[in-house]
């Protein structure tokens, strides 16, 4: 490598984060934020990296938020796919969100539930037809034997629904991440980082705590 990697260093002046500053509810401050992001114009701001463990051992890939509500985090995948396998065998996740321009990332911990099948339908419905297509085309993380083989699924699927309304597939649908941990870190000067915690306790209540960074 040309690159000396050790030597990649940002200082982060932006913002700091109190604990009066919070929203008493981790998702309204989730909200807040998420909506910050949205007027800075930051590109991919639903992008979140989600975490999963099978066996022992971790899991982790980029999917994309596609709504927030009081009930949690939902996005959209094939249930048949290597994540969706892990889903089935451990419900427990997390989620990492990380918007650099300003200086932000939120950590979630939590259990995933299927969203409903009206839910997922209503979702599908609103795709791009060619994400419709893709759905059905794509047998999500298992082996094909080249780009020519899901070309020509795709083609061949394209004429079967030609003229016609494409349906949710049977093995597509939702997940919502219910979380009972969620951490706001907001960088600061010389790696002192801001961190503010919040855990859900047995009485449905949230506590909010520091973390040394």
């Known amino acids: 490598m040309d690159y000396n990697i050790a030597k990649i260093r940002q200082d982060y002046n932006l913002n700091g984060l109190r604990e ?21 114009g930051i590109s991919e701001p639903n992008a979140m990296v989600l975490s999963t463990v099978a066996g022992g051992r971790p899991s ?7 709504d927030l509500n009081e009930s949690g985090f939902t996005f959209f995948t094939n249930y048949d796919s290597k994540k969706g396998r892990e889903l089935a065998g451990n419900p427990e996740v997390a989620l990492t969100f990380f918007w650099k321009e300003l200086e932000r990332q939120v ?53 079967e629904f030609e003229g016609r309304d494409v349906p949710r597939p049977p093995h597509w649908g939702g997940y919502r ?10 960088g600061r000067p010389s790696r002192l980082h801001d961190r503010l915690v919040y855990t859900l306790g047995a009485d449905g209540l949230w506590k909010i705590e520091r973390l040394s960074p």
């Open 177 to 186: 991440v219910i979380p009972d941990y969620m951490e706001f870190w907001q």
């Open 20 to 40: 009066e500053d919070l929203n008493p509810d981790p998702l309204k401050q989730f909200s807040i934020w998420f909506n910050e992001v949205l007027k800075a």
């Open 107 to 159: 950590r979630v911990e939590g259990r995933v539930e299927k969203t409903s099948p009206e839910e997922s339908s209503d979702y599908f419905a609103s795709r791009p037809r060619g994400s419709q297509l893709g759905a059905w085309v794509s047998r999500q993380s298992s082996v094909i034997g080249g780009r020519e083989a899901l070309e020509e699924a795709g083609a061949e699927t394209s004429r």
């Open 60 to 66: 982790a890939r980029v999917v994309l938020l596609k």
